[in-house]
């Protein structure tokens, strides 16, 4: 988090919610005197782009301390290859997703990721793996985030008309920044469904105990 938290508290926030749709707003003291907008759970839906192509999209907390989403972007892939960009016509398709809380210094502090690999045969899908990672950023003298839970799972395996994986990664805060860690708290959660079609879609959900203006999150597929 490092300068994300000083530019964060140079700005005038107050408390913010949002579930299902609405918001509410209160103000609350963060770590140290700095308020903070509580409670953020943020969730969006990608479709998979074409081989060679990623989609993503940006949503920054605002000095209301509501919800900016950016455009829905369709842009080169992070990890183009050739094996990538010849998936449209093979039989095995491939599906990376990133879930990521950025601070307004754009310093990652907290990423869930995923890499889906499916083939497919006479309109079935013969075999389906994904895998999960985490990222988180440390701070010197062993402090910053740290992982506290990771989950990954998937409903089917072989011989299936859809497969549907789930991520889930649990991080917490303690450094310089906050010492006690009981302020910060991010919750990733991604899924990801395979079809035998083998067009895929990417859901994403994150849930922050505490956030500042222009907090960022950016998530995106390809």
Same mark, same amino acid.
């Given at each position: 988090?490092?300068?994300? /938290?000083?530019?964060?508290?140079?700005?005038?926030?107050?408390?913010?919610s949002l579930?299902?749709?609405?918001?509410a707003a209160?103000?609350?003291? $963060?770590?140290?005197?700095?308020?903070?907008?509580?409670?953020?759970?943020?969730?969006?839906?990608?479709?998979?782009?074409?081989?060679?192509?990623?989609?993503?999209?940006?949503?920054?907390?605002?000095?209301?301390?509501?919800?900016?989403?950016?455009?829905?972007?369709?842009?080169?892939?992070?990890?183009?290859?050739?094996?990538?960009?010849?998936?449209?016509?093979?039989?095995?398709?491939?599906?990376?997703? #990133?879930?990521?809380?950025?601070?307004?210094?754009?310093?990652?502090?907290? $990423?869930? %990721?995923?890499?889906?690999? #499916?083939?497919?045969?006479?309109?079935?899908?013969?075999?389906?793996?994904?895998?999960?990672?985490?990222? /988180?950023?440390?701070?010197?003298?062993?402090?910053?985030? !740290?992982?506290?839970?990771?989950?990954? !799972?998937?409903?089917?395996?072989?011989?299936?008309?859809?497969?549907?994986?789930?991520?889930?990664?649990?991080?917490? %805060?303690?450094?310089? /920044?906050?010492? !006690?860690?009981? #302020? %910060?708290?991010?919750?990733?959660?991604?899924?990801?469904?395979?079809?035998?079609? $083998?067009?895929?879609?990417?859901?994403?959900?994150?849930?922050?105990?505490?956030?500042?203006?222009?907090?960022?999150?950016?998530?995106?597929?390809?």
């Amino acid at each position: 988090m490092n300068r994300g /938290f000083v530019c964060a508290a140079l700005a005038v926030v107050g408390a913010f919610s949002l579930l299902g749709g609405t918001a509410a707003a209160a103000p609350t003291e $963060g770590a140290g005197t700095a308020p903070s907008c509580a409670g953020v759970r943020l969730t969006g839906s990608l479709p998979v782009p074409p081989a060679g192509t990623a989609v993503e999209q940006t949503v920054t907390i605002g000095a209301d301390c509501a919800p900016h989403p950016g455009p829905v972007r369709r842009v080169p892939a992070r990890a183009a290859t050739a094996d990538s960009l010849a998936a449209a016509e093979a039989t095995t398709r491939h599906v990376r997703s #990133w879930n990521e809380e950025f601070d307004c210094c754009n310093i990652r502090m907290t $990423g869930l %990721y995923t890499t889906s690999d #499916w083939n497919i045969a006479d309109g079935r899908i013969t075999t389906a793996a994904t895998g999960a990672t985490q990222g /988180f950023n440390r701070e010197p003298w062993d402090a910053g985030w !740290s992982l506290k839970s990771a989950a990954s !799972s998937q409903d089917c395996a072989t011989d299936c008309t859809a497969v549907n994986a789930v991520a889930d990664a649990s991080f917490t %805060y303690k450094g310089i /920044f906050d010492a !006690s860690g009981d #302020w %910060y708290a991010n919750s990733h959660h991604s899924s990801v469904r395979l079809n035998a079609d $083998g067009t895929a879609q990417c859901t994403f959900d994150v849930e922050l105990k505490h956030t500042f203006v222009g907090w960022n999150w950016q998530h995106g597929c390809e």
